[in-house]
């Protein structure tokens, strides 16, 4: 269940070079996404309408692109300008044109209605590109429906379990109440977790002998972009006082690929040492380790969903976020759906 009229993060930046011509499927079409000569990125139908060969395999020429089966050439609006040996070109000859911003280090497109691509809409992921953070982009090819990756991120209870030795380490995350608040595009989640132990990583790069106070504290917005301040300090500081805090801002999207396959972009910045890239190092590689544990339990979870009979998932508490955002999903998947025209089929002719 998609929602279309929404940004989705197509791609870092550095993936899409200056004579990059990138697939990527994204809710179920193949999208080509490379950059025009003064580098603003565009996004086309990949399928070339004449015998559907795919265009990332075909050659840039300036701003167009030329399909490397029979010669003919797109514009960067999708407008065929050129057809080898034939001088009439059919207007309707064309492939679907997406709107595409990059902001930071994301390049977003909207897949829906291009009159309602509102720039204002993209979330506010600040720590992508900031001078008061630093961070290592990370991505992970899921095998699962992004929707089970969702409920994974609204429930952090799985830290005490999932990444028991990783990013977890304190046993009493599932314990902790969040509060949940209802957004206009999504839900915010707020935890703290205090006197308690700190994960392995955080005592390593903070130092902590002791017990520490953890705060989680994130936006989850629609389509699935998670975008979170976290911290680490110790237990006995005061509330306010961030003297000897790890501070850390996490930037996570997830885009459907296809019904079952998703695409998940990911980074956690840190505020603390800057000029220390082993620090950021660090980070990235205690991130992957933990997210090829989350990646496992959610593959394996939709592995079995797949191969026995449809029944239903019996909610508990912890489950409140995550069904308030399915909630938010379906609602306006649903309204969509409402408002598109709905496809006659044609009469079949005796
Ligand atoms: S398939 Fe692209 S030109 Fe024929
Ligand atoms: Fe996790």
Redesign the pocket.
Known sequence: MFVKNCWYVAAWDHEVLADTLLERGILNQSILIYRLTDGTPVALDNK?P????PLNLGRREGDSVR?M????KFDATGQCTEIPGQDRIPPKLCVKSYPMVQRGRWLWIWMGDPERADPALIPDAYSLNHPEWRMKPGYLHYDADYQLISDNLLDFSHLSYVHEKTLGGSPNIAEVRPVIERLERGVRVTRDVNNTVPAPYHARLGGFTGKVNRRFSYDYLVPGILLMAASVKPAETPDDDMTGALQFHSCQALTPETDTTTHYFFMQAHKFRLDDATITESIYQSLCTAFEEDRRIIEAQQRLIRRTPPSPMQPIAADAALNQFRWLIKRLHDEEAAATPAVIPLQSVA
Do not use: D
């Open positions: 070339c004449h015998r559907h060969a399909c089966y029979h010669g003919l």
